[in-house]
């Protein structure tokens, strides 16, 4: 749902309430001017200037079902450059040979997007890495006490340490850097803002948060990120689980409050069930920055990218997914079909045709009116006047009362109607010798 007009920064952090030099009737105004579509003014935020590192060939490979041969991460990832996101990031050369002959692959094939790999914190896989020729390492440590007691077994003086020679390595080989914590909402704060803030004085690119468990709040998001965003001076990235389905609110969470690198998958495949979605989080990122997202992606090209992934790896694309979904566009009730036909605005804060897709009225059903009855006889190439289509949407609704109606068999109902209205016309024609024409 869109925020209402009262929703936007009400608390006076966004500089649009009475206690930032506004007064209330001022920024009411303000945002009824703007719309509800406009992002929350704020110098922090960048909902119009982000970058994606598309993790689909990392996070993806993850996904209970996926399975990606050499040629199908040539596809994926010459589609997902082509698509135009900024980052690819790719399974660790240290996970398997193939992987590691892959990441080479991939490497050399000259792409638009930058190549990342995701590594273990650990000087040998960050050498691994740097063999394959890639743009850039993303390593990745525990920092939450479960997994500082249960995975690594490592405490925060060693882990700070071996984050810094780490770094200090990789930038030694003219490689860009991230360094994330993994479950970042389950660490102790004053842990890791300490480990952010001695990364950032070494020169990371990027600092990354996690919430490897997905059970982060937008709210949560923003606090941390904001709280981050005034401690390092690097970039920042996000990386966001959907365990609770809050990975795109989480998303849009961390740009509002200065993110800069959002990670995503194609239909957020990952690791359980996965990660912010690609077309979820343009979805989103569209209605509040349309210019900033028409501009950089080709999105015309989601739908084939999110098929030929959806096939890879044996599932449907879901029918409620954002944009792609079968009834993303279909309108069905009568007020909406006749308000659509009339202003697609209306009931549609996304344009279909900037993802190259139409819209669909539903016409086949009991909820029908006669507009959107209209729309199909005219789509049919056929000629009725309002009268008749308004009958003819009753004999409709009335068929559709007693058993759900497929398109085909509405067709046949508006055709056969059509007939016979030839029909009375041709009796006219017969009694008075002229066709008589209605309007
Ligand atoms: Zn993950």
């Not at 966001?240 to 998303?251: E, G, P, S, Y």
Request: glycine residues 8%; charged residues 20%; aromatic residues 6%.
């Amino acid at each position: 749902m869109c925020p209402g007009p009262n929703e936007n920064g009400v608390n006076g952090q966004n500089g649009v309430s009475g206690q930032n030099g506004h007064s209330t009737d001022q920024a009411t105004k303000k945002r009824a001017a703007a719309g509800p579509y406009q992002p929350v003014g704020d110098a922090l935020s960048n909902i119009a200037n982000f970058k994606i590192i598309e993790s689909t060939l990392r996070e993806g490979e993850q996904f209970a079902n996926a399975f990606f041969d050499t040629e199908t991460k040539i596809k994926i990832a010459t589609m997902l450059s082509d698509f135009g996101v900024e980052y690819l990031e790719l399974t660790s050369p240290a996970a398997s040979p193939q992987s590691r002959a892959d990441l080479e692959t991939i490497c050399k094939l000259g792409l638009k997007s930058k190549i990342l790999t995701h590594t273990r914190c650990n000087m040998e896989d960050a050498k691994l890495a740097v063999e394959c020729g890639v743009d850039g390492i993303d390593v990745v440590i525990g920092t939450s006490s479960m997994l500082q007691a249960h995975s690594h077994g490592k405490d925060m003086e060693y882990i700070t340490r071996t984050a810094i020679e780490v770094i200090e390595f990789i930038k030694s080989k003219g490689i860009e850097v991230r360094f994330s914590s993994e479950d970042s909402f389950r660490s102790d704060l004053a842990d890791l803002l300490f480990l952010y803030k001695a990364v950032d004085r070494v020169g990371v690119n990027r600092v990354g948060v996690a919430d490897t468990v997905g059970c982060a709040t937008p709210r949560q998001v923003y606090d941390l990120v904001r709280t981050l965003r005034t401690v390092v001076g690097c970039d920042i990235e996000i990386h966001l689980h959907n365990d609770t389905m809050c990975a795109v609110a989480n998303a849009y969470a961390a740009l509002e409050a200065g993110a800069t690198h959002i990670d995503t998958s194609v239909l957020g495949i990952g690791e359980r069930n996965g990660i912010t979605p690609l077309g979820g989080l343009l979805a989103r990122m569209i209605v509040s920055s349309h210019e900033y997202v028409t501009s950089r992606y080709k999105l015309h090209k989601l739908k084939e990218v999110e098929d030929y992934v959806a096939e890879t790896v044996q599932i449907n694309v879901p029918f409620n997914n954002p944009v792609t979904g079968f009834c993303a566009f279909t309108h069905k009730a009568g007020i909406h079909a006749k308000a659509i036909l009339n202003e697609p605005s209306t009931y549609e804060i996304i344009n279909p045709a900037d993802f190259g897709i139409g819209r669909y009225i539903h016409f086949a059903h009991r909820l029908t009116g006669w507009n959107a009855i209209k729309s199909r006889v005219e789509q049919l190439g056929l000629a009725m006047n309002d009268d008749q289509i308004k009958i003819l949407t009753n004999q409709i609704k009335a068929m559709a009362d007693i058993r759900p109606l497929a398109i085909d068999d509405t067709d046949s109902v508006i055709r056969a109607f059509h007939f016979e209205l030839q029909g009375e016309d041709v009796d006219k024609m017969n009694s008075t010798g002229a066709l008589t024409v209605e309007n």
